[in-house]
């Protein structure tokens, strides 16, 4: 365990720790561009610059480890120095876009312009040329002039997915990142190489252009997209929400998060939601207001407690689960199902992140059923003409169950089908009630992913006011008051 003094402050780390790792254990600031946590190291972007004590010359941190006694610095003039200058061997034939770069206001270039830059340039010479939109693939877009050749990009596919897309082809400021003709870049965790990307070289194709990045407000949570639970920022403004990205938890998903993942706000946002109840009888439709159809519900359940059946999904949160047993016990509900998304499916692993279980609480779900003593049973032995009365707690990510409907048409067949859904869908029509429900987004809770981990998701906004969770369901069904939320007829974000 060597000892070492960063900027006047010392520290004990452990054998092999590179000097950047220890000044990033001590919060100090150093500049970087290739050097990645999740990436192996390369040394190529020499902004890393340290002067360490005994050394004439100052050295790359990111490739220098700790040694016993070493006292190193980036506060020196001199580092200030290298670094202006090494920044500006960056930018020499950088172009200025940065008012029309997706990655403007969360760009390395520009904050480490204002912290080491501002200096008159030196270069008189006109910039080289490259190619500036070079699709890459399905999901990523290229902006040559602005790639600074990090590596991190080439890295990421060589070393975490190991697919291999890309790589740097030709040399000096001829050199640009691509892919070999006939092998783009696709695969399902694309959307990493834009997140690492420090400059705007590498865009989204779902995101670009969509919003300004200060636009934007943001707030951590759990991926509902499969059992593994990846910690997640998500991004959202009064239009809605507009991208998600991963967010490092070394014990559930690293640095990363795969693709299908990424569309997760997309079944949040306004336009795929049920706003109101519906109640469909021979035909024709009736609003209701989500409560108003939740008591009339909690009537027609009364009446049919010995024929009625609950049927669960994996996709509420363990709070949700706990209040919605607690009340169908009450009511004497003993028939209760649990609806997997594919059942054959549910164990696959695609090595990396990504289950076949995509549900973020399965094991929520069954701990839950475990402490109410109830047994659940597999909703393919669902036999909906023995029930008068089927409640389904329904899928949010509908796309993750190919047997939806299949399995409203047959769940039809009961006297009364109750389905609570937040993502509208004309399949749900055959139902006879539809209750409008809040997504993950829009509540707090928790979720136990595949290994057991306990990880809350938190409520950022509200965009359908009046939707309910499964906990207030269980509320107003007994009749009992729930406050909820004002919205207009139009819906929108509080
Ligand atoms: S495209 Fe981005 S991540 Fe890739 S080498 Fe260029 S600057 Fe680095
Ligand atoms: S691996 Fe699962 S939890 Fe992680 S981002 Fe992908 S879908 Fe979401
Ligand atoms: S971060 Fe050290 S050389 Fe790039």
């Known amino acids: 365990?060597?000892?070492?003094?960063?900027?006047?402050?010392?520290?004990?780390?452990?054998?092999?720790?590179?000097?950047?790792?220890?000044?990033?254990?001590?919060?100090?600031?150093?500049?970087?561009?290739?050097?990645?946590?999740?990436?192996?190291?390369?040394?190529?972007?020499?902004?890393?610059?340290?002067?360490?004590?005994?050394?004439?010359?100052?050295?790359?941190?990111?490739?220098?480890?700790?040694?016993?006694?070493?006292?190193?610095?980036?506060?020196?003039?001199?580092?200030?120095?290298?670094?202006?200058?090494?920044?500006?061997?960056?930018?020499?034939?950088?172009?200025?876009?940065?008012?029309?770069?997706?990655?403007?206001?969360?760009?390395?270039l520009q904050e480490y312009y204002m912290t080491y830059g501002k200096y008159d340039p030196a270069m008189a010479e006109k910039k080289v040329k490259k190619k500036k939109v070079v699709d890459l693939?399905?999901?990523?877009?290229?902006?040559?002039?602005?790639?600074?050749?990090?590596?991190?990009?080439?890295?990421?596919?060589?070393?975490?997915?190991?697919?291999?897309?890309?790589?740097i082809?030709?040399?000096?400021?001829?050199?640009?990142?691509?892919?070999?003709?006939?092998?783009?870049?696709?695969?399902?965790?694309s959307y990493n190489v834009v997140d690492i990307c420090p400059v705007g070289a590498l865009t989204s194709k779902d995101f670009r252009f969509k919003q300004r990045v200060w636009y934007l407000k943001d707030f951590n949570t759990i991926c509902n997209g499969c059992s593994t639970g990846c910690n997640v920022k998500a991004y959202y403004n009064e239009n809605g929400f507009y991208r998600i990205k991963p967010v490092y938890n070394k014990e559930v998903n690293g640095h990363w998060m795969c693709d299908t993942g990424r569309d997760m706000y997309k079944f949040v946002n306004l336009e795929k939601?049920?706003?109101?109840?519906?109640?469909?009888?021979?035909?024709?439709?009736?609003?209701?207001?989500?409560?108003?159809?939740?008591?009339?519900?909690?009537?027609?359940?009364?009446?049919?407690?010995?024929?009625?059946?609950?049927?669960?999904?994996?996709?509420?949160?363990?709070?949700?689960?706990?209040?919605?047993?607690?009340?169908?016990?009450?009511?004497?509900?003993?028939?209760?199902y649990h609806w997997v998304n594919n059942p054959e499916k549910m164990e696959e692993f695609d090595g990396?992140?990504?289950?076949?279980?995509?549900?973020?609480?399965?094991?929520?779900?069954?701990?839950?059923?475990?402490?109410?003593?109830?047994?659940?049973?597999?909703?393919k032995d669902l036999d909906p003409k023995k029930h008068t009365l089927i409640i389904v707690a329904g899928p949010e990510v509908q796309a993750f169950y190919p047997d939806l409907q299949k399995s409203v048409d047959a769940w039809s067949k009961s006297q009364t089908l109750v389905w609570l859904s937040s993502c509208k869908n004309p399949v749900l029509f055959a139902a006879h009630w539809i209750v409008p429900m809040k997504s993950f987004v829009e509540k707090n809770g928790t979720f136990v992913n595949y290994k057991g981990i306990e990880q809350k998701i938190k409520k950022g906004t509200t965009i359908v006011g009046e939707a309910l969770s499964l906990d207030e369901f269980a509320i107003a069904i007994k009749g009992e008051r729930v406050d909820v939320e004002y919205t207009s007829p139009l819906g929108g974000l509080a």
């Open 352 to 379: 990396l992140l990504l289950r076949g279980d995509r549900n973020p609480n399965t094991a929520g779900l069954r701990a839950e059923a475990k402490k109410a003593n109830i047994n659940l049973r597999n909703a």
């Open 273 to 336: 939601r049920q706003t109101s109840a519906v109640k469909n009888v021979n035909g024709t439709s009736e609003e209701y207001s989500p409560i108003q159809a939740t008591r009339e519900i909690g009537v027609l359940l009364r009446k049919n407690v010995n024929e009625a059946a609950a049927v669960l999904t994996g996709q509420y949160t363990s709070e949700e689960y706990a209040s919605f047993f607690a009340t169908m016990k009450d009511f004497g509900i003993k028939d209760f």
């Open 1 to 108: 365990m060597p000892k070492c003094t960063i900027n006047g402050k010392q520290i004990e780390v452990a054998e092999g720790t590179t000097v950047i790792e220890a000044f990033m254990k001590l919060e100090q600031n150093i500049a970087h561009y290739c050097w990645h946590p999740g990436l192996s190291v390369a040394g190529v972007c020499r902004m890393c610059m340290v002067k360490v004590e005994g050394n004439p010359k100052l050295q790359i941190a990111c490739n220098t480890k700790v040694t016993e006694g070493m006292v190193a610095s980036n506060e020196d003039a001199k580092v200030k120095e290298a670094v202006e200058w090494i920044l500006g061997f960056h930018l020499i034939n950088h172009p200025l876009d940065c008012p029309i770069c997706d990655q403007a206001g969360e760009c390395g």
């Open 137 to 167: 693939g399905p999901t990523v877009v290229l902006d040559s002039e602005r790639c600074i050749l990090c590596d991190r990009c080439v890295r990421f596919t060589s070393e975490v997915t190991k697919t291999n897309e890309l790589s």
């Open 169 to 189: 082809f030709n040399r000096g400021d001829h050199a640009e990142v691509g892919v070999y003709q006939e092998r783009p870049l696709n695969n399902n965790y």
